[in-house]
């Protein structure tokens, strides 16, 4: 059964730093695009943070430019995502997802061009 777990998440102050990860089991996901996405309350789940399955390509949102960084460690079959200089906008329930392959359209910002999803985890901004 292939499960993706997030950790991580939680209650930080503006300014702070909060560093989710992505455990993956149940089949390898080296060779797919992993994405993180967000969704807050009342809002759709949105694109956040994407990486290449060599990890030499990285697309992120306007928004966390310069501020998240996306990384993967196959050999983990992890994926996390470094948040810096969090702000209360940016708080939500943040989801891990997967491709099957890593053959689609990139950057994959779409819901839709994934295949796997975690059950997110919350973070939650102060001001």
């Known amino acids: 059964q292939v499960q993706l777990v997030e950790s991580g998440g939680g209650l930080v102050q503006a300014g702070g730093s909060l560093k989710l990860s992505c455990a993956a089991s149940?089949?390898?996901?080296?060779?797919?695009?992993m994405g993180w996405f967000r969704q807050a309350p009342g809002k759709e789940r949105v694109f956040v943070a994407t990486?290449?399955?060599?990890?030499?390509?990285?697309a992120y949102r306007d928004s966390v430019k310069g501020r998240f960084t996306v990384s993967r460690d196959n050999a983990k079959n992890t994926v996390y995502l470094q948040m810096n200089s969090l702000k209360p906008e940016d708080t939500a329930v943040y989801y891990c997802?997967?491709?099957?392959?890593?053959?689609?359209?990139?950057?994959?910002?779409?819901?839709?061009?994934?295949?796997?999803w975690g059950q997110g985890t919350q973070v939650t901004v102060s001001s």
């Open positions: 990486i290449s399955w060599r990890s030499s390509n990285t």
């Open positions: 997802a997967a491709t099957a392959t890593g053959w689609g359209s990139w950057p994959s910002t779409s819901t839709d061009e994934y295949d796997y």
């Open positions: 149940g089949r390898t996901f080296s060779s797919s695009t």
